[in-house]
């Protein structure tokens, strides 16, 4: 069972488009970060929320955690290609003192020109 | 500037035989993981080390074996590779977790992967 669930698995879009990708769990975190990862090389950390209901901006990227820290979103304003990669969601258990992250499936995202 | 550094790149084994993939980070972190990383499948945990001389299973770790005999090196071993094994292998890094509110939790710093073939 995934302990956190991203939607969609995959997004085409055209260049200019606004989306959402969700990341969803039943259960809380004491933290939640968002990656991003480009082909051949390893997921870099874009933002990490640690708050319920905080919001995050990272020029047209907005992140927000859910007010319950069981949820999360990544908005994209006008897409760009170079927003073109995968996506992965990431949550910290509170009671864990390892620093492991859980990781979401990830979400693919094609922004074409 | 190295970050985290993965050997080797890419490798293609026989079913049955050995390996070990190299990681190795110059940010002194105390903590180290190891993550598959399969289609669908986002990053599956391994194994990680909390610091030199200590490690612990992850979500996925019948088949491997991994040793930190030092603190910037976690070394991950395959004995008798398997088909299943097929994957893109991730090493990440990150610092002691802090007080919340005083230091950013659990950022962990990632290799560029071993891409690593069964056949």
């Known amino acids: 069972t995934q302990l956190l669930e991203q939607s969609p698995q995959f997004l085409s879009i055209q260049e200019g488009e606004n989306l959402t990708v969700y990341c969803n769990s039943s259960s809380v975190f004491s933290s939640l970060q968002w990656y991003r990862q480009e082909p051949g090389e390893g997921p870099v950390l874009l933002v990490t929320v640690v708050t319920g209901g905080e919001v995050k901006k990272l020029k047209r990227l907005t992140f927000q955690f859910g007010d319950a820290r069981k949820d999360s979103s990544l908005h994209i304003t006008a897409a760009q290609p170079g927003d073109t990669g995968l996506y992965l969601c990431?949550?910290?258990?509170?009671?864990?003192?390892?620093?492991?992250?859980?990781f979401g499936q990830g979400t693919t995202l094609q922004v074409k020109p | 500037n190295a970050g985290v550094t993965q050997t080797p790149k890419f490798r293609v084994l026989k079913t049955g035989q050995s390996m070990t993939l190299l990681c190795a980070q110059d940010?002194?972190?105390?903590?180290m993981y190891w993550y598959r990383q399969d289609p669908g499948m986002g990053l599956r945990l391994i194994h990680y080390?909390?610091?030199?001389?200590?490690?612990a299973k992850g979500e996925v770790p019948d088949g491997y074996n991994v040793s930190r005999l030092k603190k910037q090196n976690f070394l991950l071993g395959l004995e008798s590779a398997a088909p299943s094994q097929t994957s893109v292998y991730f090493c990440a890094s990150s610092y002691v977790v802090g007080l919340a509110g005083t230091i950013a939790k659990n950022i962990q710093y990632f290799g560029a992967g071993t891409r690593l073939s069964v056949l």
């Open positions: 080390s909390v610091g030199e001389g200590t490690t």
């Open positions: 990431a949550g910290a258990r509170g009671s864990s003192n390892t620093g492991k992250l859980i």
């Open positions: 940010m002194n972190h105390e903590y």
